[in-house]
């Protein structure tokens, strides 16, 4: 996404197209953001009243398995001479992840969430 993501955008770019409908097909699922400003807005949240949210932490970024994903794509990440050529890149990296990678860092959730509230909402070994 181009630009500055507020939380009107977030809404009308992320929630609403694809995270809501995604939600309505998996019956008891529940969605997990971080604590920046779009996600924290009253428009979010006002979308998001309709769906089950896990509280999240305020300093606890190794809770997220997508910030694990982001470093692996920013260590294989070739220098790029354009925004073109670096969402190129990002595109092509994303669809070669190995999910097996994915499905581990999803797998342990219920452990990173456990080991998140042992430590108070602090840094764990996540």
């Known amino acids: ?3 500055t993501l507020t939380g009107q955008r977030y809404v009308d770019n992320i929630l609403r197209p694809h995270v ?3 939600l309505n097909g998996l019956p008891g ?3 997990q953001q971080d604590n920046p400003h779009p996600h924290t807005a009253r428009v979010a949240q006002n979308f998001l ?3 089950q949210t896990l509280p999240w932490p305020a300093r606890s970024l190794d809770l997220s398995p997508v910030e694990h994903v982001w470093d692996q794509l920013k260590r294989q990440m070739p220098s ?3 925004v073109n050529d670096l969402e190129l890149s990002v595109q092509d990296l994303w ?3 190995p999910q097996d990678n994915i499905r581990c860092l999803i797998n342990s959730m219920p452990d990173r969430v456990a080991a998140c509230i042992a430590a108070g909402g602090g840094p ?3």
Do not use: E, Q, V
Request: net charge positive; glycine share 10%.
């Open 1 to 3: 996404m181009r630009g």
């Open 20 to 22: 809501g409908p995604f």
């Open 29 to 31: 699922a529940i969605f």
């Open 49 to 51: 009243r309709h769906f």
């Open 80 to 82: 790029c001479d354009s």
């Open 95 to 97: 669809a070669y992840l």
């Open 124 to 126: 764990t070994r996540y």
